[in-house]
């Protein structure tokens, strides 16, 4: 994982490096954007791979539903491995591979795990803020004798977000440390520590990288709105917006069918209806407990999503409408096929037809 972690802390920092080059301004802010940006454009071949499948599944769903309640009431073993025979036989026809759906979700999980701490502890990846901490340190270890004493309040803050303790007695220890403050930490730090020397101008560079509109992307919109400032509450807002509307849009590209039929004759389109309410919730919750920049991944995440699955749409109609006319072909015969007109035959009994002379007779 930390070597996944370092190859996008590179890419993170060879933006960093380009943006400050024009402005030091919301560096920060600025370069996760992009950086986001990058690191969809990466993936676009794992959401080709996936909507492909996802697409193909829907438009063969009549043809799955149909060998699954050919087999609904036969419970054994070689009824089970005859209807996954079909089933495989049906995906090698139409050249869908139903593991293709799943396995990009499986490379994207360790993806999106470096990317959260690459964005969690940016000052780790970008040299010129790993050089603004350290400066400060060796400014604060230098000016501030009982400065371990006025960090030491922060110390629990920072396990917590960081799951690391360090020593406070070393300069990089006091870098590191000062990369997980707060502004509203920070704010108390040099209230306590006074007029030190080069501190102040050195913070301004520091504050200068990583305000992006108004806002501090290390700071947590809970710990803003805590400390007055609600227009933070914002943030969460659209990061869960975002996602749900970029959720809906995927379930239209996919293709999902809707359907009137209950949840337990069609347990799939259930589980998406669930997960478009319980994703958008649970992101807009993390984004509000969690630093800004994160929120701020997630919406830009989100919002070039929408017009990447544009492009994805165009790469994958052709693919669509071949599959569409092969399938039409395929019901059409199916249909002309099975249908077997009956015919009422009426089965002649031989009547003995009975001589009125030989009546007469017996009279």
């Not at 977000?161 to 509203?184: A, E, I, K, M």
């Not at 730090?189 to 913070?203: E, K, R, T, W, Y």
Request: glycine share 4%; net charge positive.
């Amino acid at each position: 994982m930390s070597l996944i972690n370092q190859f996008f802390g590179a890419i993170l920092n060879v933006i960093f490096e380009g943006v400050t080059l024009i402005s030091p301004e919301a560096a920060l802010g600025i370069s996760i954007i992009l950086f986001t940006l990058v690191a969809r454009v990466l993936m676009t071949p794992l959401q080709l791979s996936s909507q492909r499948t996802s697409r193909g599944m829907s438009k063969i769903q009549p043809e799955m539903q149909r060998i699954q309640n050919k087999y609904k009431d036969k419970k054994d073993q070689q009824s089970q491995m005859q209807m996954s025979q079909e089933m495989q036989v049906l995906y090698k026809k139409y050249k869908i591979n139903p593991f293709a759906g799943c396995l990009p979700l499986l490379i994207q999980f360790p993806l999106i795990i470096a990317l959260f701490n690459v964005l969690r502890t940016p000052a780790q990846y970008i040299n010129k803020l790993t050089n603004v901490y350290h400066q400060m340190a060796e400014i604060v270890t230098i000016n501030i004798a009982n400065y371990q004493s006025l960090l030491q309040p922060f110390a629990d803050s920072v396990y917590v977000n960081s799951r690391q303790q360090y020593d406070l007695s070393q300069v990089d220890g006091v870098s590191q440390f000062l990369s997980h403050l707060t502004t509203t930490q920070w704010n108390e730090f040099l209230q306590s520590a006074g007029n030190v020397p080069g501190l102040d101008q050195i913070f301004q560079l520091k504050h200068s990288y990583e305000t992006f509109l108004t806002m501090n992307v290390v700071d947590t919109p809970k710990l803003l709105i805590s400390s007055g400032m609600w227009l933070a509450i914002l943030v969460p807002i659209i990061a869960g917006a975002s996602t749900y509307i970029f959720s809906k849009i995927t379930m239209s590209a996919n293709g999902a069918v809707q359907s009137t039929a209950s949840s337990e004759q069609n347990p799939a389109e259930s589980m998406m209806k669930t997960m478009n309410i319980v994703m958008p919730v649970m992101t807009a919750f993390m984004s509000y407990t969690m630093p800004i920049g994160l929120a701020l991944y997630w919406i830009s995440g989100n919002v070039i999503m929408m017009g990447q699955q544009w492009v994805v749409n165009k790469m994958l109609a052709k693919q669509d409408e071949k599959m569409e006319a092969q399938l039409k072909k395929d019901r059409e015969e199916a249909s002309k096929n099975g249908r077997v007109t009956t015919r009422k035959v009426r089965k002649r009994v031989p009547v003995q037809k009975t001589d009125n002379t030989d009546q007469d007779n017996l009279k």
